[in-house]
């Protein structure tokens, strides 16, 4: 993923770097001030001072030649006091007067020390100099010190990515090459009265080639690509994600025609909800940018490109016509497009003949484009590793283990207490599985620790699924369960290995109330709402009918895997065995307990 993540730590340095000078300043003027409260209480003004003189009280002055402050010594009180005289000359002659009538005063007239003079007036200017130095970074931060550069942003003349570089996603293409077209001949739509659009957001998951596909409408156009990331503009200062807004378009109207790309927007873009602290800050951005789309003008030929994986997060102003009125979703890729992509990052590798991606595209379902350039880069790694000539199969499949599973902990000490419970809680989930009509395959199960699981059952998914039964989810549910349930029937204790497990089933239960309207009671309505209040337009205690409805639906799904496990015990007592013994058990091992 092409995001850089150094502006963000640069700008964490920088808010460092303002606190502490604002803790100085706020130090320096403290001790100032301290120390001009105890001055003050000790000062007396010039007529006290002149009249302690001529009552004797004083035993000894001090003065500095050239300054303009009188320190004097009580008799009695053994007190320091200071006053200031205005002009030295007529006090001396005051006081050599009074030295002739009082001997017993003492004056001592010191020569000025020029450094710690120095010193003095450099303390009293320093909050002023630390302030100047605060605003210059101020300014600088809100990018205008530099002249055209704004902090943050990454501009590229030509990105070079083309089209050919997008794998998969032949459809977007199809849809997104109109911007192509629009960015390189503007005069040819607006002769027709079309106008040509200002904004388009692209959805999806993280990795599925958002940022790549914008790189690639820019290069196609031979335009300059302009971009951004949405939680660059939130700031701690009021007021500087806005003028980071409007800065970042200033520019790309310099150098129109242009892509703008604004990744994660949802950081600016969600919804105004409230107006305290931070939010009313997202505001003010958010406002900054409507304004902005709304500003240009369409000659102008921005392309504004948006990414996010959350749309249902976005303010609904930012949809509007004449915004972001075209919206486009990156798919994570299906079999087809995986396959597309592994042949694009297998090009520039050496990879075995034996191995065939189509093959392998079934294996990595859910996999995005992201992940599948990353995993045949573990691919190459591995292999190198293992001294091989080109990628072998074996490397592929420890690279796909490694990115689904973690890596194996062959050095973590796994007591045999625990050994057991991860066997019959992995062997749980597969036998459980191999009973349900609509759960995949196992491929492999394991009780070799890897990442922050004890143990693993890996399924074999070759099929792409878009809708998924009512059936299917119970299923689900059932496998996930199947690990308690066997620590349970097996052990007859449970463990907090299946904390996971139950987080995911539970997960399915509530989406099957809430979202796709799988309850009987509740029935086909949508229960997913942003603010709990929303749930009020159907009833009190309908989040009481909801949990209701949740928890039946695991807790059935808990008993009907108790129940499997219970009429198959030999088998599971068999898997686990055989796990304690390899550790690894394959598919065809595992099958073969199922022969009669
Ligand atoms: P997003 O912006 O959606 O989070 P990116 O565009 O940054 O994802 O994708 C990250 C990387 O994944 C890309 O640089 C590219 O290497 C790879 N990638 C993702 N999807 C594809 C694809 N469809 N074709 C080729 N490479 C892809
Ligand atoms: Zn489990």
Not at 262 to 284: F, L, Y
Request: charged fraction near 25%.
């Amino acid at each position: 993923m092409s995001k850089q993540k150094n502006p963000k730590n640069k700008n964490n340095k920088w808010v460092l770097m303002v606190v502490i000078a604002i803790l100085i300043v706020a130090a320096i003027i403290g001790i100032l001030l301290i120390r001009k409260q105890i001055q003050s209480e000790k000062e007396i003004t010039y007529d006290q001072l002149y009249q302690d003189i001529v009552d004797k009280k004083i035993e000894k002055i001090e003065m500095t030649i050239g300054g303009s402050t009188v320190t004097a010594k009580y008799k009695e009180s053994d007190e320091e006091k200071t006053a200031q005289v205005n002009s030295l000359q007529p006090f001396m002659e005051f006081i050599n007067i009074q030295i002739s009538e009082n001997p017993d005063l003492e004056v001592d007239l010191k020569t000025p020390n020029e450094l710690m003079a120095f010193f003095e007036n450099l303390l009293s200017f320093l909050p002023t100099i630390l302030l100047v130095v605060l605003m210059i970074m101020i300014f600088q931060m809100q990018g205008l010190g530099e002249k055209g550069k704004v902090y943050g942003e990454n501009e590229e003349n030509s990105t070079n990515v083309k089209f050919s570089d997008v794998a998969g996603l032949d459809e977007e293409k199809n849809e997104l090459i109109e911007i192509v077209d629009f960015l390189k001949n503007p005069k040819k739509f607006q002769n027709m009265g079309a106008k040509i659009p200002k904004g388009i957001l692209l959805y999806g998951k993280p990795g599925t080639g958002k940022t790549l596909i914008a790189k690639a409408i820019a290069g196609e156009a031979n335009v300059p690509f302009i971009s951004m990331s949405g939680s660059e503009f939130i700031e701690m200062f009021a007021g500087l994600g806005a003028s980071r807004v409007r800065k970042l378009f200033e520019k790309a109207k310099k150098i129109a025609p242009c892509i703008v790309f604004i990744d994660e927007i949802d950081a600016i873009g969600s919804r105004r909800t409230s107006n305290s602290g931070s939010e009313s800050e997202n505001n003010q951005t958010l406002n900054q940018l409507l304004v902005e789309m709304d500003g240009f003008e369409s000659n102008e030929t921005i392309i504004v490109l948006a990414a996010t994986n959350r749309p249902e997060m976005l303010d609904k102003a930012l949809l509007r016509p004449g915004r972001f009125d075209r919206q486009v979703t990156i798919p994570a890729p299906d079999l087809l497009g995986r396959e597309e992509i592994l042949k694009l990052y297998t090009k520039d590798k050496k990879i075995s003949k034996d191995i065939d991606l189509r093959e392998l595209a079934g294996d990595t379902a859910g996999f995005t484009g992201a992940e599948l350039s990353n995993l045949l880069n573990e691919s190459a790694i591995i292999a190198t590793r293992n001294n091989h000539k080109v990628i072998e199969k074996e490397d592929i499949e420890a690279a796909v283990k490694k990115i689904t599973v973690g890596l194996e902990k062959h050095n973590r000490v796994v007591s045999e207490k625990d050994k057991k419970l991860t066997a019959y809680h992995e062997a749980g989930h597969a036998v459980v599985s191999k009973f349900l009509e609509t759960q995949d395959n196992v491929k492999e199960i394991s009780i070799i620790p890897r990442g922050l699981a004890g143990g693993y059952t890996m399924y074999k998914t070759n099929e792409d699924k878009y809708y998924v039964s009512k059936t299917e989810l119970e299923e689900k549910m059932i496998a996930l369960l199947g690990g308690r349930a066997a620590e349970k029937i097996a052990l007859n204790d449970i463990s907090t290995g299946a904390s996971n497990d139950i987080e995911v089933a539970t997960g399915i239960a509530r989406d099957m109330i809430t979202v796709y309207g799988m309850s009987n009671s509740l029935g086909p309505i949508s229960l997913k709402v942003d603010e709990p209040y929303e749930l009020q337009i159907f009833g009190e205690g309908i989040t009481d009918e909801v949990g209701t409805q949740v928890k039946e639906l695991v807790d059935n799904a808990y008993i009907a895997a108790q129940k499997i496990l219970l009429d198959h015990i030999q088998i599971l007592h068999q898997v686990a065995q055989a796990l304690l013994e390899k550790e690894t058990i394959s598919e065809a091992e595992f099958d073969s307990f199922f022969v009669e």
